[in-house]
């Protein structure tokens, strides 16, 4: 009778911490439709995977093989999904996640923080660090046919059009248009450019990380969740401009030569809604679906990041900042 009370119970957390998340976050609706190589891939969102593993307060990881333990006066958790004395998510599909309180940099709950990924559009909040730092926001760029390449589906850049790096820059982070992020790297010079991301990961400490272009096309632009947060702590703390732009639900660019305007949703859906600083998207084939999230919980920057989720990215993160703030308040 008490087995049978417990399994009841255990349900009726399962069905609650679901219907929070779909009332903090109404929108959410799973891979959004998208642009550039963040289109969504199919998947069963039904799929049964194995819970993720979550920890106690005052995690420390241990890089050398990725487990994360709890304090010492708490049961000890690893990515073997052993059981803790606190309600467990219910399952998802991420291939690694991450909860961390940005503002210390420490690591609330994790799994395969260490493990290196395709960042897919993740790799575009690395681009737009080096954007903000090297041109103005007002400098014009004309699209060519060498940019296009970076997607010729593209449907909102025009070849032979000008736009502002303004304009682009919302292009690049908001429908993740991958032209938009060529176009800029080409204009400062694609080798130079893709250097200095590189440098700049290296500077910053990113030592899982490369990055092969400046869209995320390549499945060679790898990064791991623990580096991710290195890179979101930068831009939290000297990019208030592109949390800004991500947090944007829509907007209005124009192409100079003409003055056609068009309007640009983003595909976050996260965008715009209570509580969410800033983020991005990313999906393609080798990565699945990547969604790197910052939130204000009571003025605390929480990250959220989960990689190589087969569906429901926004749901996995939903979960996670619920759990988070069920757990820390």
């Known amino acids: ?68 333990n709890a304090s010492a006066n708490a049961n000890t958790v690893t990515e073997n999904n052993t059981t803790t004395n606190l309600t467990p998510l219910p ?8 909860v961390a309180d940005l503002s210390t940099g420490s690591i609330i709950a994790g799994a395969n923080v260490s493990k290196r990924w395709p960042t897919a559009s993740l790799t575009k909040l690395m681009t737009a660090t080096l954007v903000f730092d090297q041109l103005t926001t007002s400098t014009r760029i ?17 070849i032979g059009g000008t736009y502002t790096v303004e304009d682009l820059l919302h292009l690049m982070l908001m429908p993740s248009s991958n032209v938009a992020a060529q176009a800029m790297a080409d204009y ?31 499945a060679a632009n790898q990064s ?70 910052l939130f204000n919980d009571n003025g605390t920057p929480v990250l959220v990041t989960v990689l190589g989720a087969p569906a429901l990215p926004f749901i996995d993160t939903s979960m996670l900042y619920s759990w988070y703030r069920a757990n820390y308040k």
């Open 142 to 158: 004309t699209i060519t046919p060498q940019m296009f390449a970076a997607d010729p589906d593209e449907r909102t850049l025009v």
């Open 1 to 68: 009778m008490i087995k049978k009370t417990e399994q009841l119970f255990f349900l009726f957390v399962i069905i609650a911490a679901v219907f929070f998340a779909r009332f903090a976050y109404p929108n959410i609706s799973g891979v959004p439709v998208s642009a550039g190589n963040d289109r969504p891939q199919t998947a069963d969102a039904e799929t049964a995977t194995a819970p993720p593993t979550l920890v106690l307060p005052q995690t420390s990881v241990n890089s050398a093989n990725n487990t994360v």
């Open 224 to 293: 791991t969740a623990k580096d991710l947060m290195i890179l979101a702590q930068h831009v939290y703390e000297n990019y208030p401009g592109i949390l800004a732009i991500t947090d944007t639900p829509v907007t209005t660019i124009t192409e100079l030569n003409s003055g056609r305007t068009i309007t640009v949703r983003s595909i976050n859906n996260f965008a715009g809604t209570p509580d969410f600083i800033g983020g991005k998207t990313g999906n393609t084939p080798q990565a699945d679906a990547n969604l790197l999230s």
């Open 91 to 98: 399952n998802f599909s991420s291939e690694a996640y991450m």
């Open 188 to 218: 400062i010079g694609r080798a130079q450019f893709m250097n200095e991301m590189n440098a700049r990961a290296t500077a910053w400490g990113m030592t899982d990380t490369y990055f092969d272009d400046p869209s995320g096309i390549s």
